[in-house]
T-cell receptor, first 111, second 115 residues
């Protein structure tokens, strides 16, 4: 089983749609969880950390289910500018600083 | 978050040569990392750059191929040695924000093409 697995995508949605990304991780000792976004030919940028109780930042909501080792990201009222690749990221073995990146899910929001 | 710069931003190199990539941060950071992102793939950690000691390499990466320096808390270099076309990739440095539990911030990357 891969350390971090994401929906393969790509996702193509109209503006205003709600879209959800799912991610599973294999290391039950992981303590830190993140969603990054990466625009074409750019570096990854931190979108949000994911906390145990779930957290929301504007149109973005992240959820964590430790029992199922599952993370999700929900984008409401999607904008053209949300088009990017979304990377699920988990810290590695033994709660180390090492981050393990999923392959990413590409999102295209269409007018 | 810290401001991170990398040089060069891109380069085209001949096989068998070496390229050194620089990463500069505008503030002192404890943890710096080097990643590779091959075309169409996600990021893979090459090594953790330790200040004042040898870098810690991940499985599949060795010091002879990817020597790393970390002379102080704001600067690191990664050298890609004896390059082959398989080394064509984007190389990114990142720093960790210890105040916010393992969040990492990335430099703009160096796009390397080996011919």
């Amino acid at each position: 089983r891969k350390e971090v697995e994401q929906d393969p995508g790509p996702f193509n949605v109209p503006e205003g749609a709600t879209v959800a990304f799912n991610c599973t991780y294999s290391n039950s000792a992981s303590q830190s969880f993140f969603w990054y976004r990466q625009d074409c030919r750019k570096e990854p940028k931190l979108l949000m950390s994911v906390y145990s109780s779930g957290n929301e930042d504007g149109r973005f909501t992240a959820q964590l289910n430790r029992a199922s080792q599952y993370i999700s990201l929900l984008i409401r009222d999607s904008k053209l500018s949300d088009s990017a690749t979304y990377l699920c990221v988990v810290n590695g073995q033994g709660g180390s600083e090492k981050l393990v990146f999923g392959k990413g899910t590409k999102l295209t929001v269409n007018p | 978050s810290a401001v991170i710069s990398q040089k060069p931003s891109r380069d085209i190199c001949q096989r068998g040569t070496s390229l050194t990539i620089q990463c500069q941060v505008d503030s002192q950071v404890t943890m710096m990392f080097w990643y590779r992102q091959q075309p169409g793939q996600s990021l893979t950690l090459i090594a953790t750059a330790n200040q004042g000691s040898e870098a810690t390499y991940e499985s599949g990466f060795v010091i002879d191929k990817f020597p790393i320096s970390r002379p102080n808390l704001t600067f690191s270099t990664l050298t890609v040695s004896n390059m082959s076309p398989e080394d064509s990739s984007i190389y990114l440095c990142s720093v960790e924000d210890r105040k916010t539990s393992y969040e990492q911030y990335f430099g703009p990357g160096t796009r390397l093409t080996v011919t």
